[in-house]
């Protein structure tokens, strides 16, 4: 991690993770970073499922490689267009696809891009194939080169569409739509059942943080790939699926929010404690714990960040 990253992100059910980053594995891109947010509008940029056949029904639309969609609201990638199906998991319920990306994508019958597939190629429009109709369970993006710096169509006060995020595991960069990306960050940071005000807080934060990275970050992969974020305790904790209803609800309550310093983005910072990670700074950090205690206490979202990040601007 680069010297000016702080020591961030606490698991609140482990200890602090050591920060050191000795890897090197090589990524892949997903996507490109400018697609459209999904909104169930199969728009130029995304790879859409249709719910029935013929590119009929609801539509579930993507910007990247998915591993695994989940099978569970509020957790699982869902059609989200008008129509049958809304609102359906999309997990072995797809039955066609429209590929309005620039790159071939391949539908497999297994997660984690495993098992019998189907390729579609820039454009196409097309039905699954007997052994993937309604057995469809991760998809990936295929070829093409990751860019070699990072680009964003953010700004200190126009938010990224979206970010591109290291998945160690899977040893690739994705990029992520951007409210995706905070949906499926705050729950593996702040405990779904902690009182709303803390919730709040803490999806601001996590906003501003992938939001800062997104307009500072210059790090590349060993083979010169960009990307914004790490997937895991270096930056924040995101897990595909992971999002819950009451932390969609604080992200969507907050979206419209930000935190400035001196008229530029804040790179809200957080920990477990105020002694958790060892480099606590007042001022620049909040406590996870210490948001919790106080939303307890009725303290409001404002009041809660205002008590942690000093010389802040709330908009």
Known sequence: MHSRTARLISRLTTAVAAVALGGSVLAITATPASAAERDGVCQSGEFCYYFNSNNKGSVSDFTGSVADYATKQPSCYDFKGP???????????????????????????????????????????????????????????????????????????????????YRKSLGRVESVAFKDYVRNVLPNEWRSQWPRESLRAGAIAVKNYGWYWALHSTRKTPDGKCFDVYDHTSSQVYRPGSATAATNAAVNATWGTRLTRNGKVFQAQYCQSSTACGMWRDGDWMSQNGSRDKANKGWSHTRILKAYYTRIAIH
Do not use: E
């Not at 199906?85 to 790159?103: D, E, L, M, P, Y």
């Not at 057995?135 to 990936?140: P, R, Y």
């Open 83 to 165: 129509g049958n199906g809304k609102g359906k998991c999309i997990k072995n319920s797809a039955a066609s696809v429209w590929n309005r990306s620039g790159k071939t994508v391949r539908v497999y019958f297994n997660s984690r891009f495993a098992g019998t597939h189907q390729d579609f190629r820039p454009g196409a429009k097309g039905n699954l194939i007997p052994a993937l109709k309604n057995q469809n369970a991760s998809h990936q993006f295929m070829g093409g080169t990751a860019p070699t710096r990072c680009k964003t169509d953010g700004s200190h006060s126009r938010l990224p569409t979206s970010i591109l995020v």
